[in-house]
T-cell receptor
Framework: DVKVTQSSRYLVKRTGEKVFLECVQD?????MFWYRQDPGLGLRLIYF???????EKGDIPEGYSVSREKKERFSLILESASTNQTSMYLC??????????FGNGTRLTVT | AQSVSQHNHHVILSEAASLELGCNYS??????LFWYVQYPGQHLQLLLK??????LVKGIKGFEAEFIKSKFSFNLRKPSVQWSDTAEYFC??????????FGAGTQVVVTP
């Protein structure tokens, strides 16, 4: 069974802090994704990666960056956290034509 | 712009009632379509998917969905819901590279 593991379930950070969200998948999937989930807005794609060291902007990349140094690991970075980045962050992995597998999510609160 | 629209944001119904959730998408090419479910406190799980072939697809837990190409729709149905179907339901379209575009979600509450 595919497992997508996000390092933290809950995080509380202060405005201006640098924040790292980590995600690891164990199925050798080429593609990995970061979404944020907000009530009434569904899931919106922040960034995705289709190979090691490759990254592409999603629909809402502003204020975020990503890193993929190894195939199984995809990190989301908030360079300077702001209160409007308080949200649920979901990592997912998959292949081009398969359903995505999601992690449990990280609920980030920025105060 | 490509979009996915879910018609209802909140649905409340009683156990044993039938459920239908609407989903329309705007995308002109070949589409892969999905319904995901998120139970309270749990991660998103795949309910069912449509890639090609029979437009009526069956998923887990008694759910099914019908792809109607002419209407750009992929509606989710269940003939008789249970209290355990209380969850948020998301329709999604594959935009290529496995990227999914999601609708805003429908919160379904089933009362005993």
């Amino acid at each position: 069974d595919v497992k997508v593991t996000q390092s933290s379930r809950y995080l509380v950070k202060r405005t201006g802090e640098k924040v790292f969200l980590e995600c690891v998948q164990d199925m050798d999937h080429e593609n990995m994704f970061w979404y944020r989930q907000d009530p009434g807005l569904g899931l919106r794609l922040i960034y995705f990666s289709y190979d090691v060291k490759m990254k592409e902007k999603g629909d809402i990349p502003e204020g975020y960056s990503v890193s993929r140094e190894k195939k199984e690991r995809f990190s989301l970075i908030l360079e300077s956290a702001s209160t409007n980045q308080t949200s649920m962050y979901l990592c997912a992995s998959g292949t081009d034509n398969s359903p995505l597998h999601f992690g449990n999510g990280t609920r980030l609160t920025v105060t | 712009a490509q979009s996915v629209s879910q018609h209802n944001h909140h649905v409340i119904l009683s156990e044993a009632a039938s459920l239908e959730l609407g989903c329309n998408y705007s995308y002109g090419g070949t589409v892969n379509l999905f319904w995901y479910v998120q139970y309270p406190g749990q991660h998103l799980q795949l309910l069912l998917k449509y890639f090609s072939g029979d437009p009526l697809v069956k998923g887990i837990k008694g759910f099914e969905a019908e792809f109607i190409k002419s209407k750009f729709s992929f509606n989710l149905r269940k003939p008789s819901v249970q209290w355990s179907d209380t969850a948020e339901y998301f329709c999604a379209v594959n935009k290529g590279w496995g990227k999914l575009q999601f609708g805003a979600g429908t919160q379904v509450v089933v009362t005993p």
